[in-house]
């Protein structure tokens, strides 16, 4: 019987995840997005060079898309599929990036260089792993004191029917023991007659997936010696961990309430609606926490500085490579609507796609 990391990588050999970005792109200014962390999460994170970040299970795309949109940092990139490996390389070496290393490794791996790293990312990956809660914990030992950790598991409520679709596929195929991914794919299409729709493999016949509550993450975090810091917004589930609540009463009730507290409600409440458990987290022997209210009261009362840079595109052709384009583009586009501060939280606007203002 093959172990849950050969298994991995045979899945994500066969489908490298996720498909290939249509575009790359790269800022002018260095600490264009650096920045937007460092607000994020209330204090300085990425310190004078030579400043470390680690992709781990960084798939087919995304040590590219962080080497690019970090340039300042050295990056490693480690999966366990070398053909995610292979095609992120392939898309690296076209972009000609100086600051990526990549390496067929497993997060678990004995053989990792043992430098800590100011910014870790692990998005999507340790919820497929043996022990999350053992991952989390090697990742918090790679993690500066000052550092943060990007982290990203299945949200429970939004992952039950395809879980429940994959042991369904199984039992029917009476592959439970013996896993070929191609042949479940092909019946897995068949049976919802997906051909043609937008779901990847990775949604309807992964080989092991888990997933978690809001207050679940949480736990497994401390234990592994982590705090919870905010959300990582994100545009691609554009949902608030501010639950807007209509009803005055029980807004103010919900609004009193400490961060961690709000957030497992609004896991609860907004059920399959709340957002990804995505979160930055850091070592807890490190720097002080900054909650909501306090960067809330940051974001109300500061000077704001619109964030402006330009992006040098990398745009694939029909042909599947790379080309880079000519002519630069403004970054970000200008918001559409009037930000009124006083009503409107950083995290809503992020999740609309204007996190563009540095507090001053
Ligand atoms: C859903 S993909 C996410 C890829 C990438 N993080 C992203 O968000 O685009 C999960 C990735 O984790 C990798 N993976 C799974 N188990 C791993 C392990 N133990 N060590 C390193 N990578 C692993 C898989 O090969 C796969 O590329």
Redesign the pocket.
Known sequence: MKDL?EL??EF?NTF???PPESIHSTPDDPYFVAKFIEQDVGRKVFFDSPTRIW????????ALTIALAFPFAQVLG????EK?IESCRRDAEVCRVKNLELRV????GPYLSKEPFDYI?????IH??DSPTA?LRRLQARLKLSGVLEV?VYNQFHVAPYSAFQAGLRKLLQTEHSLDFEYEWDMAQRLLGLRGKNLLP?TVNHPHQSSFTFRHFKMMAEEAGLIVLQPRMNQQVPVSWDLQLSDGELAARLNALPDYKRWEIANLLAYDQSPLIWFYTQRSDGPPRIDTAELFARWVNAELEPAKTQLTQFIRGKDGLLTKSPSKVDFPVKPTFKIERTNVSRQFLSTQGFPFYYVR
């Open positions: 990391n991995n990588a994500y490298p995840y996720p992709v781990a299970g960084c798939g087919t795309n995304q480690t999966d366990v599929s995610s490794e497993d997060v678990m990312l692990c998005v999507g990956v497929h792993m991952a990203m990775d």
